[in-house]
């Protein structure tokens, strides 16, 4: 990629529930083609990153910036900017076929290009999305959002539910998305190896605050440090 801005900057963002900050002071960057693993315990924080990165939650202070335009707070100005986010859930409507779902992407092309990227979709479209595996409803999700082209991807808990075999077939999936499109990833994940082993840099948020930063080549060569950040020892 020639592109050098981050297509994601995260400064002093603190947000919370019922006014009462969950995360406090963020700062994140994450450049276009690159995956950031956002790692922490139960309760750190990274899903109140993503929803406040996302505009789902109001920022108590900071600023958000998606592909170069401020979009604290805003969904519609997060959308509009390139911003997607696949929640744990993962945001398939069950009751819907896999071509249904697809099609609510609204892309002007048709939903081909999904197909091409993932076809391991194809003989499924007419089954509906609540007969998926764990593993299929999550390619399902990230062909949707593939769809829309993000400039930016949040993905909360990617492997929550998923065998080590649909995690080892999905996480090349997101380099490639990183590396051929030069789409901005923060995956947040429960399994540091599989994070590190995809990720370019990493993240480690206890209560909130964020107490490591680095390479993700060198984490993997470190996991004491990672172990020690996990316990609230900040080392940055
Ligand atoms: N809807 C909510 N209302 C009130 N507090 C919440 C809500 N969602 C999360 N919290 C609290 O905010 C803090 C951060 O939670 P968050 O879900 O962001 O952590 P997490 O790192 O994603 O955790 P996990 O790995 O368990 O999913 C926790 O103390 C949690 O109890």
Redo the contacts with the bound molecule.
């Keep these: 990629m020639t592109e050098t801005t981050d297509a994601l900057e995260i400064r002093g963002l603190s947000a919370g529930?019922r006014g009462v900050p969950?995360i406090r002071d963020i700062d994140l960057r994450v450049a276009a083609g690159s995956i950031l693993a956002l790692l922490?315990p139960?309760?750190?924080?990274?899903?109140?990153t993503l929803r406040a990165a996302a505009g789902l939650l109001p920022a108590l202070g900071g600023t958000v910036t998606a592909a170069g335009s401020p979009v604290t707070g805003s969904v519609e100005r997060a959308t509009r900017s390139g911003l997607c986010l696949i929640p744990d859930n993962r945001g398939v409507f069950h009751r819907l076929t896999v071509a249904e779902n697809l099609r609510l992407a609204k892309a002007r092309g048709g939903f081909g290009p999904a197909l091409d990227r993932f076809p391991q979709l194809r003989p499924l479209l007419n089954r509906r999305c609540g007969l998926l595996s764990g593993g299929e409803q999550q390619l399902l999700a990230i062909a949707k959002t593939l769809l829309l082209r993000p400039r930016v991807l949040l993905i909360d808990e990617m492997s929550m539910g998923l065998s080590p075999v649909a995690i080892k077939q999905i996480l090349p999936e997101l380099r490639r998305l990183a590396d051929e499109d030069g789409t901005a990833i923060v995956l947040v994940e429960?399994h540091i190896d599989q994070a590190l082993s995809v990720a370019d840099e990493a993240v480690v948020?206890h209560h909130g605050r964020v107490v490591l930063i680095g390479p993700a080549a060198d984490l993997r060569e470190d996991r004491d440090q990672i172990q020690r950040a996990y316990f609230g020892d900040k080392e940055r």
């Design positions: 529930y969950a922490g139960n309760g750190a924080g990274k899903s109140t429960q948020l």
